[in-house]
Each structure stands twice: as structure tokens, then as C-alpha cells.
């Protein structure tokens, strides 16, 4: 592992910028398209909140070849931020995109917060801020909002809250959420929302447990940062972002590869912490910061069918895997349901007039929902798929990796049911659901804490 992400001409720029008291750091990876506007509201809002403290932006760029830093470095400067707010900060805001060195020949949205904790704890920050390179619905308040908390209150991680549409942050919604509120005990509704406030201290401890493991270099960041806050007792709060909205992303063909790093990761922190955990009953509610907001955000197309597909076939390819993965009645359930979809699915197809290839449909997401709405994904199931899992990466057989690759079709399939159930109701209605499976998973914990105890 390199003893530091700070490679020479990112060591200059920190002896440049001497010191900072507020940064926000933003990871990007081919997001020319967006960033521009990330960068305007970011500077805004560090003018327009914080114009006595020393500020800086930095982007740590993967090199993308769209020309991402470009758009940083080019965008309106921050003279044009004072001009049309009419603010005169007492310093200089500064600016900075740098490619982040890989870590073991592993680059991601990881190893690029690691250069940002790295630069803002040599900066000496009191607070940072990362937010996301493909946010759509920024505004400069969301600054004040993340970073609010940390100098005013005394806090150490802020935790965004969002408005995101019903079938928007499904990896969220199925696991990170209940199973962080289960295990821990703490409502953090958005444990991976990607837009975060981190005091100088939380960096330090972040730094010094330097854990860059291949799912944290990459997309496991996001859950690693709020678990290692929670497992070191860190002050923990939410801040009220409003709406959610960012480049959209089909759970069936887009998440699998996030999936893997953010699970993989949360397993992996379950089993390292189980002193945090098991002596833990029930849940309590995490203080939220920010005025409330009402909107809506914009809905996304989900292909239900290929959902469903890709669970019955993971059940034709994987049911080896299953079975050393899951306790012997999960299985047998999870199969049979398995073959339901696979059935479901194919007289859909039929229904609705296409051919074998499920991926270039031209069916709506709720056609396709209504056609299969005979399916569904009980939420004691779901729990017990989890609590399983936890127990088998205790000792993982083939390896961590191989079990929470198998377990993606099944996460397809239990995404494929919340999409079903949720088809017609409002965001609010689907929101309740989310609730009702949370409560699930800590009416279930004593049969984890009971297969962990045997084990
Ligand atoms: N530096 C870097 N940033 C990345 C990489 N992959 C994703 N990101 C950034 O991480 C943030 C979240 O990624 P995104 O694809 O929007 O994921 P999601 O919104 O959490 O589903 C965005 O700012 C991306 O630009 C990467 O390989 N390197
Ligand atoms: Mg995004």
C-alpha cells in the first residue's frame, strides 16, 4: 500500500494553500457534463455562508478523458460568485483539480476521498464536505447544511437526507439503510447517500484506521465512512437536502459492480465489529439539521422484467453458492421463488409482445410491473437473505466476493418486488414500505444474534 496519496504536485498545492478551514471535496470520474454547475453552487456556497473562513474546492479527478478537471478549472471563477451574490469574503477562494493516485492499482470513488482526506487533513480543515460530481439538484445551501452541523453544533459526520424517487436508491433502501438501523442501532436514513460533512477529527481517524481494502478504494467509501463514524462513537447527524436528483441509474443493468462493493464492505464491518452490535435491541432517531423541504423528484424507468430474469437464471447458475450462503429453509424459499419469477417473467414476455432479449424492451416500467404483479418478495425473507449473509462472511466459503456476487440476483428479485408493490403509489406510500422492511430486520435480529452465538 503507498504510505501516502499525496504524490509531489499535490504536496505543492498544499504548501501553496498553506492553511484551509472549509473544503469541499468533490470525487468525479468522466462527469464534464455536470460538474460545472457542482463547482458553481459549491463555490457559492462557501462564499455566501462562510465568508470569514478560508476556503478551497478540490476535485479529485480519476484522469477522466472527457476533460472533468478542465470544466473545474474553466467554469465561472469565484470573482463571478462575489459579483452575483454581492459578497466581499476576507480570503481568496481557491480551486484545485488533481488526479488521485490509485491505491494497489485500485481507483474509484474510494481512493479518491482518500486524497481529499488526506490534502484536507494537512490543510488542518475543521470541516469538509464532499458532494457528488452528477448532482443535478445542488444549491449553495446545501454547504451551509452539511457543514453547518460540524461548526456550529459540534458534530463530527452529517449524514444527508433526501427526497430521492421511489425507485431511486434501492442498494439504500434494501440493505444499507435497515441493516445499519438494525445492527447499530442508529436511523441513518442515507447511509450512502454520497454527500457527507466530516469533521478534522473524524479525518484523522478515517486516516489513521487506513483501511483501503479494493470495495473501499471504490463504491464501499460510502458505507465505510458512516460505520467507522458509528463504531467509534463519533457525534452522528442529518442534514435536510431537499430532493435528490443526479444521473439516473436502472438497478437491473447499472448497479450490479456498486452492489458488490458496498455489500461486500457493510458485511465485512459487521463481522469486524460485532462488540458494536449484538448487544444492540431496536433503533433510535438520528437528530436531522436544516429546515424541512416538500419535493418531488423525478421518476426513473426500472426494467421489472429483467429483474425478475435475472433472479430466475442466478438460480440456474448459482443454487451452489446459494446453498453455502443461506440457511437451509432461506434457500429452499428463495429457489421456489426463484422459479416463480423465472415463470411470471416468461408469460409477460408473452403478454406483452417481446421477443427473447428482456435488456431492449420498449415496454413501459409499469407495463412491465403490471405484468408480472403476481410476484413477491416477502420482507422477513429479505431479512433472513441478509442475516445469512453476515454469518457466511464470517467464515466465506469460496470468498466474500464469490457469496455477495451471488447474491445480486437476489437482490434483483427483491428489487423487482418493490418495484411490483410500489408500481402506482406515491413516493410517501413507498416510503412507509421502506419503513415496514426496517422493522422487519430488527424484529429479526435475534435470529442473527442467535446464528452468530452458535457459530
Ligand atoms: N474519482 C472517482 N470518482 C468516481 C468514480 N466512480 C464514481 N465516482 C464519483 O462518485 C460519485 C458517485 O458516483 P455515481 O456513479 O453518481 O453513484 P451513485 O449516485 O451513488 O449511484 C460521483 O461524483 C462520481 O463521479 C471513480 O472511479 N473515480
Ligand atoms: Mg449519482
Known amino acids: 500500500m503507498p504510505e501516502t496519496a499525496l504524490t509531489p504536485a499535490i504536496r505543492d498545492e498544499i504548501s501553496r494553500l498553506g492553511r484551509v478551514d472549509i473544503m469541499v471535496g468533490i470525487p468525479s470520474f468522466k462527469n464534464a457534463a455536470t460538474i460545472g454547475y457542482v463547482v458553481r453552487a459549491a463555490q457559492a456556497g462557501l462564499v455566501q455562508y462562510f465568508p470569514d473562513l478560508h476556503p478551497v474546492v478540490v476535485n479529485s479527478d480519476a484522469g477522466s478523458p ?100 421511489k425507485f431511486d436508491g434501492t442498494i439504500t433502501n434494501t440493505v444499507t439503510y435497515p441493516l445499519t438501523r438494525a445492527l447499530y442501532g442508529h436511523r441513518i436514513r442515507q447511509p450512502i447517500g454520497g454527500d457527507f460533512g466530516v469533521s478534522g477529527d473524524l479525518i484523522k481517524h478515517y486516516l489513521a484506521l487506513d483501511d483501503w481494502t479494493p470495495e473501499i478504494s471504490r463504491f464501499g467509501i460510502d458505507i465505510w465512512m458512516t460505520t467507522s463514524a458509528i463504531t467509534a462513537g463519533f457525534a452522528v447527524c442529518q442534514t435536510r437536502l431537499g430532493a435528490k436528483i443526479h444521473d439516473p441509474k436502472d438497478p437491473g443493468s447499472d448497479l450490479g459492480p456498486m452492489f458488490r462493493q458496498v455489500v461486500g464492505t ?70 421456489e421463488l426463484a422459479a416463480e419469477a423465472g415463470r411470471l417473467e416468461d408469460s409477460a414476455r408473452t403478454k406483452l409482445g417481446l421477443g427473447g432479449d428482456v435488456a431492449s424492451t420498449t415496454a413501459t416500467t409499469l407495463e412491465m410491473a403490471d405484468a408480472v404483479a403476481a410476484f413477491h418478495f416477502p420482507d422477513d425473507l429479505w431479512a433472513r437473505v441478509i442475516y445469512d449473509m453476515i454469518i457466511a462472511a464470517r467464515d466465506p466459503k469460496p470468498s466474500l466476493e464469490t457469496i455477495v456476487a451471488a447474491l445480486v440476483p437476489i437482490y434483483f428479485g427483491r428489487v423487482g418486488s418493490f418495484v411490483i408493490e410500489n408500481r402506482s403509489v406515491t413516493t410517501d406510500q413507498a416510503e412507509e414500505r421502506v419503513e415496514r422492511q426496517a422493522r422487519e430486520f430488527e424484529l429479526l435480529k435475534p435470529y442473527l444474534v442467535s446464528r452468530w452465538n452458535e457459530a
Open 66 to 165: 472527457d476533460g472533468t478537471g478542465r470544466v473545474v478549472i474553466e467554469t465561472e471563477p469565484p470573482d463571478y460568485i462575489e459579483q452575483i451574490l454581492l459578497v466581499r469574503p476576507t480570503n481568496k477562494l481557491e480551486r484545485v483539480s488533481l488526479t488521485y493516485p490509485e491505491i494497489d492499482g485500485v481507483g474509484g470513488k474510494g481512493a479518491a476521498l482518500r486524497t481529499i482526506f488526506e490534502m484536507a487533513d494537512a490543510l488542518q480543515v475543521q470541516a469538509l464536505v464532499v458532494v457528488d460530481s452528477d448532482l443535478r439538484s445542488i444549491v449553495p445551501e446545501w454547504i451551509e447544511l452539511l457543514a453547518g452541523p460540524i461548526l456550529k453544533g459540534g458534530y463530527d459526520f452529517v449524514a444527508p437526507l433526501y427526497a430521492r424517487y
Open 266 to 335: 457493510i458485511l465485512e464491518l459487521a463481522n469486524r465489529y460485532p462488540d458494536q452490535w449484538t448487544s444492540i435491541h431496536g433503533s433510535h432517531d438520528v437528530p436531522a439539521y436544516g429546515f424541512e423541504r416538500f419535493i418531488d423528484p423525478p421518476p426513473l424507468e426500472v426494467n421489472t422484467l429483467r429483474l425478475l430474469s435475472e433472479f430466475h437464471v442466478g438460480s440456474l447458475t448459482l443454487a451452489e453458492t446459494w446453498a453455502k450462503m443461506l440457511a437451509p429453509e432461506t434457500l429452499e424459499t428463495v429457489l
